[in-house]
């Protein structure tokens, strides 16, 4: 029984020997071969792989892929006019050379970022300062990123390489700073109220001028229709004289005594009306004494 035991420990030391010896490579990773803290080998190829076991040799895992590292400084940098800007952007680098890397950076990604996001920075600072905040915004912003990317390969590359390639630079956004941006928009709306302020003066310039107009065209309407009005009373008055006249020509004593009528009607019009006259003497009641039959032209 403790035969079996002893060969089952075994077995057990043995496998957990031989697993400390495997490792499995991924293909988004470089496998870094350490012995006793220096670097023995780096794996490339992904696979199974062998080595000795702790403490003679370890292995650590470094990404191969594309990273990205995005902008997290928010401070200002100064263009060539000394307007102060803020600006994003991002990097698209990897690690080529995880032996380099290693010894000239550290150990892993985060190390690499951390570096790079210094150096990219600072040459973001040195070409802004060259340029001015119109070019940061036209076409010569290709220009920048282009050699702001030279600079950053030729930091990497230098005497002591980083054993990294940085594929791509890219701005995102350029901006004024808080302080600018608030003093623009104040300008804009005081700008654009000043103009709405105007159109609004001229609106009323243009209302006044229509209702002038209008006005106008108004008394003009009114004065020749009175003139018209006028001119048609005009010819009906003169119209009715005309048949008057004819029609009291053909008998002038009807047409007295009617028009003695039409004159009785018209002062005695209202039951409170009072006329002091002496009937005797006075031409105005002749119709009546006469008892219609020849009356005296009316006196007016």
């Known amino acids: 029984m403790n035969r079996i035991g002893l060969i089952f420990s075994s077995l057990l030391v043995l496998l957990a020997l031989a697993s400390s010896t495997l490792f499995v490579v991924d293909q988004r990773q470089f496998g870094v071969v350490y012995a006793l803290g220096q670097i023995k080998d780096v794996i490339t190829e992904p696979g199974l792989n062998f080595k000795l076991p702790p403490p003679f040799q370890n292995v650590s895992y470094i990404d191969k892929r594309l990273l990205t590292l995005d902008s997290t400084d928010a401070e200002p940098m ?123 003066s001229t609106g009323a310039a243009e209302g006044e001028k229509i209702r002038a107009d209008a006005d106008r065209q108004r008394e003009i309407t009114i004065a020749n229709a009175y003139r018209d009005a006028q001119k048609i009373k005009g010819e009906g008055d003169a119209e009715a004289a005309r048949i008057y006249a004819e029609s009291f020509g053909k008998d002038p004593q009807f047409a007295q005594f009617y028009r003695s009528l039409e004159a009785y009607k018209s002062t005695f019009a209202n039951k409170s009306d009072v006329m002091v006259l002496d009937p005797n003497g006075s031409e105005f009641f002749k119709t009546f004494r006469n008892g219609g039959g020849s009356a005296p032209a009316v006196k007016k």
């Open 78 to 200: 100064l263009t060539a006019e000394k307007q102060r800007v803020v600006i994003d952007w991002y990097v698209r680098w990897r690690i080529t050379e995880p032996s380099e890397y290693i010894r000239n950076v550290g150990l892993n990604e985060g190390a690499g970022a951390s570096q790079l996001n210094r150096v990219v920075r600072n040459a973001f600072q040195e070409e802004i300062n060259k340029r001015t905040v119109k070019e940061l915004l036209s076409l010569k912003r290709e220009a920048l990123m282009a050699d702001v990317k030279a600079e950053v390969l030729d930091k990497v590359r230098g005497s002591k390489p980083w054993g990294v390639d940085v594929v791509d630079v890219r701005i995102t956004r350029v901006d004024y700073v808080e302080a600018i941006t608030e003093s623009v928009y104040r300008r804009m709306e005081a700008e654009r109220k000043r103009v709405a302020n105007e159109l609004r």
